[in-house]
């Protein structure tokens, strides 16, 4: 097995494991000794552009791809109806329908192909057959039916042996998609047979449409021509062309396909299909390149040796291409099974001379050379993930380095120059890694391998990091007891060594099983391993194993050496039958209504059972039916605890339970229980009390929920309830009874239901049968209406004989047809609904002959505000005077109106009259109302008042943009709270008078408004101009941390407090002993006095240095912290710990007052001395588990600073522009920061 890598640096040095510093360099450097700039990559070689694919020729991009590709949709299922003959019937037994062997195989079919089958006997005794499903579902229970119900016929149709495979189609696709559409079976003769007859059987139907089908396909081929020419496989390549280029030519010039057998195929036959037309031509085209060739063209022979053969072929014979295409002469290669170095160049002589120069250059240009290394050192010189190989192919990537298993050699190929010098670099590294590194196998039982592996590997990744050794531990797939270890001499002894005692002790090791109820599992396991935890740690050296819970398994397993395990399962055994005494478990019944007594207030009756009886009570949930309580403990003392909770139950038997009627507690039967009882349970009085008071409160509900049903017409209801509910108000009020009408949802529409007191109902009833009878009682009555107002009555549909048919009863109203001159209108209905509707009909008419027509002249820029949005206000017109109202048509600027009369717009010749009369109104200005005269005139008076009007309001300039706001927000606030519209000048006016339309009883509170807003803003100038207060004081330097505080604790503090911002200088700044403090100058004032004050304490503090262990530093901070905090605070002080790299890593400031800085040392000091003890302990400990911090850091070798990843012509390298540079706060800024200015980039624009 042959394997590839990739070797980085890092991966190299992780490896490298004592290479000498300068075998280092002489290994990174090569032959050259320095990185040559030529090898390193350009800048669109390691970050490539993505490819662009253009469109090909001819096509065009549509303007929506999805829309192309969109096909309608159609449904899934069908259905088809098959009819059989009497006389094509398989089976006549017409006794039988639908049995017998028919009806198996109608079964069969249907179970077969996944249809849906339906048989019928039509009268002529013939069968119809309707098959439903999915397309290819139906066909082919067509083609079952046919061959098993039908009787079959048979034909043969002839036809050219070669038009055969045009029938059967790629992979018989096309057969079986003609059997499938003809119900037919279709045999076609092998390719063997001579005959030409192909063979159909089937229904007569079938049998015409498949011979049809046959017929057609070989027509269609009886067109087209099939051509093959022999010519010598020599000659190919100039048939071809290099990359094919010429034999694509020659097929896109003729329309014919060309099919030239491939330099792999040993075939001389060309086939050329297409048109006859086209085949002919094509054909006489390439016999003219041959016989030119072989007219013209020479060979040379020469000799290559067998191994170059390769690079003179190229990849995919890329470079045999290149050549033809180069110098037109075709380079004819051994195949690889031969032995022959023979190479034979064909072409023009003139040519033969270049093309044989540039096959030596390919043949010469690569070369293979082995490098010996043993094969256990293969993966070392690879390096994790191939790092290690990086270095070598980043700088040769045109080097191939092969690594087969099981060999001691390394294969190197490529250019000849490339690879001499990574064989130097590999023979560099294999040296230093045999000088240095050793291997030994030992043999362990495959059973213990994985107890040396240990948990999550926590054995082996020990042994391999004290070590510095590799150990492979084969896989349980592999059943070798073989362990292989690699690395440092010594450290590869040692190891061993270690492994090999690991393995005997593991065989004086006993493994147990013990039998533990799985239920207990958990319990000895205890919340998140606790109480297991601590059974580990009293027995370390016993692997305890419980199963899954899945496998409801009762074994759990131990294993460690004899004695401990011993120990440890006396111990577990020990905990079980402590378990199993503390699991009895005994129910007690106790009522539902107790359980909230036994818990108790807060928990306190049943935690305090719990507790003295030392048990576990669980009670049902609140929406449980169950009244069982289950206490679970030692048996004496789960009685213990049941006699307790009954003895509250017997007490509560006899207290009040609830707080009507003296706490008395009630249970009624449930719903659908079908029982009347209901159980009273309290003191004797009480109950009595408490039944006395129920019996009344039912006898009074029966005497009110007396209910009658009456029915009556759905179209009666309105009438029935009357204009809103005046009607049945009457009748409710007069009975006091409730009368409830059936809702659009219910099933019944005619029930109306009556409920209350008895005679409340009757006389409910009475009333409204009344109602019903006269309703019931039709009439048909006559009325005239002058013809000229019929249109009214049914424009829109009769809009308002619908109107007036639901007001009143339902009631028919018909006028007369129209072009008849009748005025006579019948009305037809309940006769207390026809009067209504007379009268009704008689008030429209008198608004009709009352109406009048009036015009409001108002221009049509206000017509849109008259309106309102979406034409709300002048519905509202509308609605409340009942008029109606026309607006005029928009006046068109660029051409004139079609309506007007010629003389408003000219001459007929073209000559242009006088203007008209500036007092004559616009006809776009006048709007039309109808209606009473007095409500026109109430209308017109409403839409004048809509008309917007403008005033001007003064409002100083520099406050013009703090009354739009950010975005408009503050001035879209006041348009839509007054309703009005407010214009600001813009800015380059520099105007003072901002403009406000809109209706005249909204612009005076509008002007109000934005005047308020002025007086705000001025306001709030005042108080700017007061907070901007500034007072700067000087303070050193050395106390601005303290007086910021932990996270600025201290200083947002005397922010807020005086409500005040202190600035402190920034780190550039000349002036650093600087604060500046910005406010109300009292708020200033007092500001620098706390700060003052905090900076007069300040100076009263001392600083001293005292050296503690660093060892115990963590611990004396604690988790985030949280240690030295608490020790601050205590006393007042702040410690300061050495920063990492510190000189003196043991030295410790304390600052604060000297009386509590001494008091801080002392105890600093105290906590040393008591965590050093544990320190001291801890590390002799650890000195068996892992080598000392200092042992492996003297295995690191110190590194050089990384140059990182450089590339040539990068974007930043055009001009005078530089690579970012990473260290730099302007390239990189922190937060916070301050910014500088910014400059060009190739990056672009720098965003912050």
């Known amino acids: 097995m042959s394997s590839v890598a990739v070797l980085t640096q890092e991966s190299f040095n992780e490896h490298r494991s004592g290479l000498q510093p300068e075998q280092v360099k002489a290994a990174a450097a090569g032959p050259s000794g320095a990185e040559d700039e030529d090898s390193l990559p350009t800048y669109k070689d390691a970050f490539p552009p993505l490819p662009e694919k253009p469109l090909p020729e001819g096509v065009q991009e549509t303007g929506n791809a999805w829309t192309s590709k969109i096909k309608p949709l159609k449904s899934s299922l069908i259905t088809q109806v098959f009819h059989v003959p ?58 079952e039916i046919v061959s098993r119900l039908q009787t079959q016929a048979s034909a043969t149709v002839a036809i050219p042996k070669e038009h055969h495979r045009f029938v059967i189609g790629k992979s018989g696709e096309k057969l079986q998609e003609l059997e499938l559409k003809t119900a037919t079976k279709i045999q076609i003769p092998r390719p063997e047979d001579p005959s030409n007859l192909i063979k159909i059987s089937g229904t007569k139907e079938g049998l015409e449409k498949a011979k049809h089908e046959i017929l057609l396909i070989s027509a269609e ?223 362990v039982d495959p059973k213990f391998h994985r107890h040396l592996i240990g948990k999550g590997g926590a054995n082996i990744n020990r042994i391999k990091e004290l070590h510095k050794v590799s150990v492979r531990i084969p896989p349980d797939n592999e059943k070798s007891n073989l362990i292989r270890i690699e690395g440092d001499p010594q450290g590869v002894q040692e190891a061993k060594k270690e492994l090999l005692e690991l393995a005997s002790r593991m065989e004086n090791e006993r493994t147990k099983d013990m039998i533990i109820e799985q239920r207990f599992h958990r319990a000895i396991i205890g919340q998140k391993g606790e109480k297991i935890k601590e059974v580990r740690d009293k027995f370390p050296e016993v692997i305890i194993n419980f199963p899954d819970p899945t496998q409801k398994s009762d074994i759990v397993q131990l294993r460690g050496p004899r004695n401990e395990v011993e120990k440890c399962t006396k111990f577990m055994q020990k905990i079980v039958a402590e378990m199993v005494e503390n699991s009895f478990s005994v129910s ?88 009347d009882a209901v159980t009273i349970r309290g003191p004797v009085e009480e109950v009595e009390k408490a039944k006395k008071q129920l019996l009344s409160l039912a006898e009074e509900k029966q005497t009110k929920s007396h209910t009658v049903e009456l029915r009556a017409k759905p179209e009666y209801h309105k009438f029935l309830i009357g204009k809103g ?11 006091g ?18 409920i209350g007191t008895e005679e409340a109902v009757a006389e409910a009833q009475k009333e409204l049968e009344a109602l019903i009878k006269s309703l019931d009682n039709v009439v048909e009555d006559f009325m005239i209406v002058d013809p000229k107002h019929h249109r009214f009555f049914v424009l829109r549909r009769g809009q308002v004989l619908r109107e007036i048919a639901d007001e009143y009863g339902g009631v028919m109203v018909s006028f007369p047809r129209t072009g008849t001159q009748s005025d006579k209108v019948t009305l037809k209905g309940a006769k207390d609904c026809v009067e209504a509707a007379k009268k009704r009909i008689l008030e429209l008419i008198e608004d009709l002959d009352a109406q009048v027509t009036m015009e409001c002249v108002i221009p049509q820029k206000f017509h849109r505000s008259i309106m309102g949005p979406k034409g709300s206000r002048i519905q509202q017109i509308t609605k409340d005077h009942n008029v109606q109202i026309k607006f005029p048509d928009r006046e068109d600027q660029q051409a004139p109106s079609a309506d007007a009369p010629v003389q408003e717009n000219g001459e007929a010749n073209g000559e242009v009259k006088e203007p008209a009369d500036p007092l004559v109104p616009k006809k776009c200005d006048v709007i039309v109302l109808s209606g009473r005269k007095e409500r026109c005139e109430a209308a017109v008076e409403a839409l004048k008042a809509l008309v917007p009007v403008t005033i001007a309001v003064e409002v100083p300039f520099e406050l013009h943009r703090y009354i739009i706001g950010q975005k408009g927000s503050g001035i879209r606030k006041m348009m839509d709270e007054f309703e009005v519209n407010i214009q600001v000048p813009a800015h380059e006016l520099q105007s003072d008078i901002i403009s406000i339309s809109g209706l005249a009883s909204h612009l005076d509170r509008a002007k109000e408004g934005l005047l308020e807003r002025v007086k705000e803003l001025q306001a709030e100038q005042e108080d700017r101009a007061l907070r901007s207060f500034k007072l700067i004081i000087t303070v050193d330097p050395k106390y601005h941390p303290k007086i910021i505080g932990r996270k600025g604790a201290i200083i947002t503090q005397i922010r807020n407090q005086h409500e005040v911002n202190i600035q402190f200088p920034e780190k550039n700044d000349e002036n650093q002993d600087q604060i500046t403090i910005t406010g109300y100058e009292q708020n200033a004032l007092a500001a620098r006095d706390a700060i003052q004050t905090i900076v007069g304490d300040l100076e009263e503090m001392i600083s001293e240095d005292i050296t503690l262990d660093s060892r115990v530093h963590a611990r004396i901070i604690g988790a985030r912290g949280k240690g030295i905090r608490k020790i601050m605070d205590e006393f007042k002080v702040d410690v300061r710990f050495p920063p990492s790299g510190a000189a003196d890593p043991n030295l410790v400031t304390v600052t604060g007052r000297p009386e509590q800085v001494d008091e801080a040392i002392d105890h600093l000091l105290n906590l040393e001395e008591e965590y050093l003890s544990d320190v001291v302990e801890n590390e002799a400990k650890m000195a068996y588990m892992k080598p000392s911090g200092s042992t492996a850091s003297s295995m690191e070798e110190p590194r050089g600073p990384s140059k990182g990843f450089v590339v040539r012509e990068a974007p930043w390298a055009s001009g005078n522009e530089k690579a970012p540079d990473m260290s730099s706060s302007e390239e990189f800024p922190s937060f916070g920061a301050p910014v500088t200015n910014a400059r060009s980039s190739p990056w672009g624009p720098k965003r912050f």
């Open 725 to 735: 509910g005046g009607n049945i108000r009457k009748v409710r009020d007069s009975t």
């Open 588 to 675: 007690v019944p106790i009522f539902k209504q107790f359980h909230k007594n036994i818990i108790g207030k807060g928990g306190a009756n049943i935690k305090k059972i719990r507790e003295e009886t030392n048990t576990k009570i669980d009670l049902p949930a609140e929406n449980s039916n169950s009244e069982m309580i289950v206490i679970t403990g030692k048996k004496a003392n789960c009685e213990a605890a049941k006699n307790r909770i009954l003895a509250i139950q017997k007490e509560l038997a006899n207290i009040t339970e609830l707080e009507e009627c003296g706490g008395v507690h009630i249970h009624f039967p449930t719903e659908g229980s079908g029982i």
């Open 221 to 443: 081929q009886d067109k087209r021509a099939v051509e093959r020419m022999n010519i010598e496989k020599v000659y190919h390549p100039f048939i071809t062309g290099a990359y094919n280029k010429l034999v694509g030519e020659l097929m896109q010039e003729t329309g014919a396909r060309i099919n030239v057998p491939p330099p792999s195929v040993n075939k001389t036959e060309i086939v050329i299909t297409g048109e006859k037309e086209q085949v002919a031509l094509a054909i006489a085209k390439i016999k003219k390149i041959y016989e030119e060739k072989k007219k013209n063209a020479t060979t040379i022979a020469v000799e290559v040796k067998k191994s170059q053969h390769k690079y003179v072929i190229g990849p995919k014979g890329n470079t045999l291409q290149e050549i033809l295409d180069r110098t037109g002469v075709s380079v004819e290669i051994p195949p690889l099974d031969s032995s022959s170095e023979t190479v034979i160049l064909r072409g023009e002589p003139d040519r033969l001379g270049q093309a044989l120069t540039e096959v030596y250059a390919k043949a010469n240009s690569y070369t293979v050379s082995s490098v010996s290394a043993p094969s256990w050192l293969h993966r070392f010189i690879i390096g994790k993930k191939g790092q290690n190989l990086a270095k070598i192919t980043q700088q040769m990537p045109k080097v191939h380095i092969e690594f087969t298993e099981g060999e001691d050699k390394i294969t190197l190929e490529g250019p000849t120059k490339d690879v001499q010098i990574v064989h130097g670099q590999i023979e560099v590294i294999v040296t230093d890694l045999i000088s240095r590194m050793d291997y030994t196998e030992i043999s």
């Open 737 to 754: 009874a409730r009368i409830i009408f059936p809702t659009a949802e219910d099933k019944d529409q005619e029930l109306i239901t009556v």
């Open 86 to 143: 009497l006389e094509e019937r398989k089976y006549k037994d017409i006794n039988q329908f639908g049995e017998g062997d028919q009806a198996k195989v109608c079964l069969d079919i249907m179970h077969k192909t996944g249809a849906h089958l339906e048989l019928s006997m039509a009268k002529d005794q013939g069968l119809s057959i309707m098959v439903s499903g999915k397309h290819d579902a139906v066909m082919k229970a067509r083609k």
